[in-house]
T-cell receptor
Framework: GQNIDQPTEMTATEGAIVQINCTYQTSGFNGLFWYQQHAGEAPTFLSYNVLDGLEEKGRFSSFLSRSKGYSYLLLKELQMKDSASYLCAVKDSNYQLIWGAGTKLIIKP | NAGVTQTPKFRVLKTGQSMTLLCAQDMNHEYMYWYRQDPGMGLRLIHYSVGEGTTAKGEVPDGYNVSRLKKQNFLLGLESAAPSQTSVYFC?????????????FGEGSRLTVL
């Protein structure tokens, strides 16, 4: 079967750095997405990785290792507004998106 | 641009009642999707459409029907609601082809079936 694993919840301190991991087992691979979802709101796109390596976008970076079936989202200089759920999703060989259950990130002052 | 708009935002139904959720997008996207989101689970695809007049089943299509009569609209119908259909429903749209396939989501529709 197809599976995406993420930690259920993480806590970090304002101003610090946090890494949210995502491991996947899917039928083929055609890209990995990270989305941010604030409570009661819609998911919004953060990043897309299709090749191995690190993609940096401001305070957020996303890393992919296809051979390990692994990705992480790195958030730097954490702000209170970063408190949200972070969803990992993989596009499989049929170009269907398989979603993880999400990681709830709690930022403490 | 409004992006993706869903109506209604909230609805309470009794078991056996029917209803339709409307999704409208103004980005001229070919692809549209209906997902449900339940606690502790990833988003699950109900139905999707790759263009006007086409629909296809997703991961959890039972109990739902859809129609895409106009390119900008994608309707999700529940013919006989069941408590198991209590969920938050998200509509999304995306470009086709060479784009990354980033999804643009509506604000969600929270449905409770009693």
């Amino acid at each position: 079967g197809q599976n995406i694993d993420q930690p259920t919840e993480m806590t970090a301190t304002e101003g610090a750095i946090v890494q949210i991991n995502c491991t996947y087992q899917t039928s083929g691979f055609n890209g990995l997405f990270w989305y941010q979802q604030h409570a009661g709101e819609a998911p919004t796109f953060l990043s897309y990785n299709v090749l191995d390596g690190l993609e940096e976008k401001g305070r957020f970076s996303s890393f992919l290792s296809r051979s390990k079936g692994y990705s992480y989202l790195l958030l730097k200089e954490l702000q209170m507004k970063d408190s949200a759920s972070y969803l990992c999703a993989v596009k499989d060989s049929n170009y269907q998106l398989i979603w993880g259950a999400g990681t709830k990130l709690i930022i403490k002052p | 641009n409004a992006g993706v708009t869903q109506t209604p935002k909230f609805r309470v139904l009794k078991t056996g009642q029917s209803m339709t959720l409307l999704c409208a997008q103004d980005m001229n996207h070919e692809y549209m999707y209906w997902y449900r989101q339940d606690p502790g689970m990833g988003l699950r695809l109900i139905h999707y459409s790759v263009g006007e007049g086409t629909t296809a089943k997703g991961e959890v299509p039972d109990g739902y029907n859809v129609s895409r009569l106009k390119k900008q609209n994608f309707l999700l119908g529940l013919e006989s609601a069941a408590p198991s259909q209590t969920s938050v429903y998200f509509c999304a749209s995306s470009y086709q082809g060479v784009h990354t396939g980033e999804l643009f989501f509506g604000e969600g529709s929270r449905l409770t079936v009693l």
